[in-house]
Structures are given as C-alpha cells and as structure tokens.
C-alpha cells in the first residue's frame, strides 16, 4: 500500500508492476487475509495503524480480485484502465509524428516487442502490455536468479526505455 502509493506518485510503470506482483502474492496467499497478514503485512516494523490500513488494503484488493474474477490470473480493472491510458498515450506519440526522440525509442523497441508477442502467443495485446508483461516476466525470471542471456539483457533494454519514456511523458502529463 505505502509503496504501490509512492510509484503511482513518481513513476506509472514501475506502480503497475509492483501492483501486477502484489496480484501475484495475493494469488500465492489464495487470497486469504491471515496468510497475508502472516507473509506479508508482518514483516513491516511500522506501526499498528499502518498495518491495520494495510490489512484493509490487501482485503479490498482481494475483494476486487473476486468480484472481477482475477483470482487466478489477469490484472485489476483499475490496473488495465491505467495501461489503456499509457496505450492510448503511446498512441497519439506515435500518430502525431511530432516527438522525434519517442518515435526513435519506439523503432529501437519494435523488432523486440514483436518477438515477445510471438513468443507469448498474445497477438492481440497492444505494444504497451506486450512491454509490461514482459518486464514483469524478466523481474519474476530475476526473482527466481535465472539465467537472461546477453541477448535477451539487450532486448529488453531496449523495451525498458520504450517504457521508462512513455512512463515519463505520462507522469508529466498528470502533473500538469
């Protein structure tokens, strides 16, 4: 909660993949509040109103998890909206033709996008989600200490800063 309020405030992108791994943890917890509040909430040294907010947090992320029926995989609805905004975003960039540097980014991160779409079998997921799947799918491949080729490392570098630039133009644009 404290955190996933923290990246919403100073980068989109990283928000959405912290909250596409707290989906996960709740997933790995069967969505049951006490195996969370006993994973999860404890391992905080703040006080107990902070945990008891984020005992609330995690039982409405659960409770939309199960009205959404996400229980087992797919993200949040208020998840997906955010990934519209930076598709639709990453859209009129590119349409308008006028920010030069985003195109170029975009060009670099293209070839790389599209062999992660084939590669995932989601020929239908615009470029934006193909990168933050695949991101969040290269930090769990950290997570678990697997071995990234150069190649792939090279790939993905690319598709990071794709993201960290729309990421940026959107924080920019919510500021304002």
Same mark, same amino acid.
């Given at each position: ?5 923290? %990246? ?57 998890? %199960? ?105 920019? %644009?919510?500021?304002?």
């Amino acid at each position: 909660m404290i955190i996933a309020e923290q %990246k919403r405030k100073e980068n989109i992108a990283e928000y959405l993949l912290y909250m596409y791994q707290v989906e996960d943890l709740i997933r790995a917890n069967a969505l049951d509040i006490d195996r969370i509040e006993k994973s999860l909430i404890s391992q905080f040294e703040v006080p107990y109103e902070v945990k008891r907010d984020m005992r609330e947090w995690y039982r409405s992320l659960i409770a939309m998890m %199960k009205d959404e029926q996400k229980q087992e995989r797919g993200h949040l609805n208020i998840l997906n909206n955010v990934t519209d905004n930076l598709r639709e975003m990453h859209e009129q960039i590119i349409l308008q033709g006028i920010d030069t540097s985003y195109r170029e980014v975009y060009q670099k991160a293209k070839p790389n996008l599209e062999a992660l779409r084939i590669k995932s079998g989601k020929r239908d997921e615009s470029d934006i989600q193909v990168a933050l799947n695949g991101l969040y799918g290269l930090l769990i491949l950290k997570l678990k200490k697997a071995r990234i080729t150069g190649e792939t490392s090279r790939a993905f570098d690319t598709i990071r800063e794709l993201v960290a630039e729309l990421s940026a133009r959107y924080m920019e %644009k919510v500021a304002t």
